[in-house]
């Protein structure tokens, strides 16, 4: 079957990268939170703050990537309610993975800790310190959290659909093995 | 501000210490009801935190005298402590840190005070934590002074800033990775 129109190598890697970063940052936020404290947990927490903030970075540069190349068109094998929802989906995703690193740095500025991204770059603190803010945050990363794992699971299972029910090929436009 | 203000001494600590002259001077309260002690582990890459103790109080002394001759001293509630996650809030009362079973009190008495500038001064103390004393320096800065204020009222505002090595105190857990230099900050209101 010939593929559809394919992502640009750049916006591919720029998935992929993210796609690896995220799935480890779950593994890594769901691990951590009941951690005794100590060391593993000092580290997991670093680590946590320092992947995000790479994500964010990566995030942004795929936004601007977008801005400057759009996503291909999808093929006519896509229904028309896939065609409507998919743009959102995908932008929500976007949103996403611009909002949980923020609100974590938010967080983690709100809780009076300093990040100091891979122990090289001081980060400025967005807000001061503030245990009821802090909180507050820490509500809101908790249920982004799990909004960008629901999505994820439906983003996911999106592809199984059209590439494991359909073979219409859709897998092959992000795929890092196909041209 | 006044000439006499200028002047400003910083005085404390227990009256029978006081020389004679500072009959004459202002005895003053600070502590957590109207202020904070706040602190920040001042020198890691990998996980710099923040603190504050909440229960805390001192006595200060304003005089126009000899500011050579004063003394501010505070006595804090070690049991106090407060850190952003309950978890390490029981670490640091717990043995390893300031084992507030043993030692309930940390206390802070200035040894000499100098005057170095408009409303700023520098209070060389020691800190006793732990059962072990050691020198720690405060750079003041003293604002919003109001010499008429009535009893109870605020007479002014104090910021005060120092840093010390945990380590010196026998809190050595975990600080090859979350440092060893605490900043300390402390703002308060002094009330008659």
């Not at chain 2, 509630?77 to 978890?87: A, F, K, R, V």
């Amino acid at each position: 079957m010939r593929g559809a129109e394919g992502y640009a190598p750049v916006a591919k890697l720029l998935h992929w990268l993210v796609a690896l970063l995220v799935l480890g940052m779950i593994g890594l936020g769901l691990w951590m939170v009941d951690l005794p404290l100590g060391l593993a947990k000092l580290y997991a927490y670093a680590w946590h703050k320092w992947i995000g903030l790479t994500v964010l970075v990566l995030t942004v540069l795929r936004l601007a990537w977008r801005a400057w190349r759009p996503p291909p068109t999808l093929p006519p094998t896509v229904t028309a309610w896939e065609r409507a929802i998919a743009p959102w989906s995908h932008g929500l995703l976007l949103v996403l993975l611009v909002a949980l690193p923020v609100s974590g740095w938010l967080m983690s500025s709100a809780g009076g800790v300093k990040v100091i991204w891979f122990g090289l770059l001081e980060l400025p603190d967005l807000v001061s310190r503030d245990l009821a803010l802090f909180e507050r945050l820490r509500t809101w990363h908790h249920w982004l959290a799990w909004t960008l794992m629901a999505l994820l699971a439906l983003h996911v299972a999106a592809v199984l659909r059209h590439d494991v029910l359909r073979r219409d090929g859709i897998f092959r436009r992000m795929s890092p093995f196909a041209r | 501000m006044q000439a006499s203000s200028r002047r400003f001494v910083l005085l404390g600590g227990v009256a029978c210490l006081l020389p004679f002259r500072a009959l004459a001077a202002e005895q003053l309260h600070i502590g957590g009801r109207h202020g904070s002690i706040d602190f920040a582990i001042g020198d890691s890459k990998v996980f710099r935190t923040t603190g504050s103790f909440k229960d805390w109080q001192g006595t200060v002394l304003v005089d126009d005298g000899d500011a050579a001759r004063s003394t501010v001293a505070v006595k804090v509630n070690t049991g106090s402590i407060e850190m952003l996650d309950p978890q390490q809030t029981a670490m640091l009362k717990d043995v390893d840190f300031f084992d507030v079973a043993k030692f309930p009190d940390m206390t802070y008495r200035s040894k000499r005070i100098e005057r170095i500038g408009d409303g700023t001064l520098k209070v060389e103390g020691e800190v006793t934590l732990r059962g072990i004393t050691r020198p720690m320096a405060l750079d003041v800065a003293v604002t919003d002074r109001r010499p008429d204020a009535s009893a109870g009222a605020r007479y002014a505002r104090f910021r005060a800033s120092g840093s010390l090595k945990r380590s010196e105190f026998g809190m050595v857990k975990y600080v090859e990775v979350v440092g060893d230099t605490v900043d300390i900050s402390i703002r308060t209101d002094a009330w008659r």
